[in-house]
């Protein structure tokens, strides 16, 4: 059973970069051809893409954060990682990791983890 | 992108069946069947409930269902049981090449 979890630090300070970890067990982040995923959702709001990596990968990021997100994937450790720099208030957010079989969808997702961005 | 629209709540009694409507436009959900739909139970993580518009994951009750018409999308819940009582966000692919979700809805079980 594929599971994901989250880590990271619970709160950054405005204008450092925020960076949070999803480790992947019960099977291989580089095995099929999967996209991984990060999902943010602030307090009381709903869902947003934030971003994917191919198992390749290749990066797909949502427009309105392009400028600030990275996703990257650490095969040895079987990892993917979010960071997403310049953050604000606005960036608070429980943020989940996600397999994507195809592109389109998610299938398994972390638990989340609250990310508070404050000084 | 903007969110796709969502009724904010919907409710039935035990036994009914209710339907969740998520309206996007022709650059999203009338342009491509890639409509997903996910149950978000209070601080849980959401769960895929129904993905290419009308397919159940393995181990989803055949109590959920998914339609499409035009630029929207559907998910609808038969024999409504208190369990099903949650949030609901439809998600869609977009000719930006990005995925989009609606702003969610909350079922009651009256």
């Known amino acids: 059973q594929l599971q994901l979890q989250e880590s990271g630090p619970g709160l950054v300070k405005p204008s450092e970069t925020l960076s949070l970890t999803c480790t992947v067990s019960?099977?291989?982040?580089?095995?099929?051809?999967?996209?991984w995923g990060w999902i943010r959702q602030p307090p009381g709001k709903g869902l947003e893409c934030i971003g994917s990596i191919y198992y390749s990968g290749s990066t797909y990021y949502n427009p309105s954060l392009t400028s600030r997100v990275t996703i990257s994937v650490d095969e040895s450790k079987n990892q993917f990682s979010l960071k997403l720099s310049s953050v604000t208030a606005a960036d608070t957010a429980v943020y989940y990791c996600?397999?994507?079989?195809?592109?389109?969808?998610?299938?398994?997702w972390g638990k989340g983890t609250t990310v508070t961005v404050s000084s | 992108q903007s969110a796709l629209t969502q009724p904010a709540s919907v409710s039935g009694s035990p036994g009914q069946s209710i339907t969740i409507s998520c309206t996007g436009t022709?650059?999203?959900?009338?342009?491509?069947?890639?409509v997903s739909w996910y149950q978000q139970h209070p601080g849980k993580a959401p769960k895929l409930m129904i993905y290419d518009v009308t397919n159940r994951p393995s181990g989803v009750s055949n109590r959920f269902s998914g339609s499409k018409s035009g630029n929207t999308a559907s998910l609808t819940l038969s024999g409504l049981q208190a369990e099903d009582e949650a949030d609901y966000y439809c998600?869609?692919?977009?000719?930006?090449?990005?995925?989009?979700f609606g702003g969610g809805t909350k079922v009651t079980v009256l």
């Open positions: 022709s650059g999203d959900i009338g342009a491509y069947y890639y």
């Open positions: 998600s869609s692919y977009t000719s930006s090449g990005t995925l989009v």
């Open positions: 996600s397999r994507q079989p195809t592109y389109y969808y998610m299938d398994v």
């Open positions: 019960g099977g291989s982040i580089s095995s099929n051809s999967y996209y």
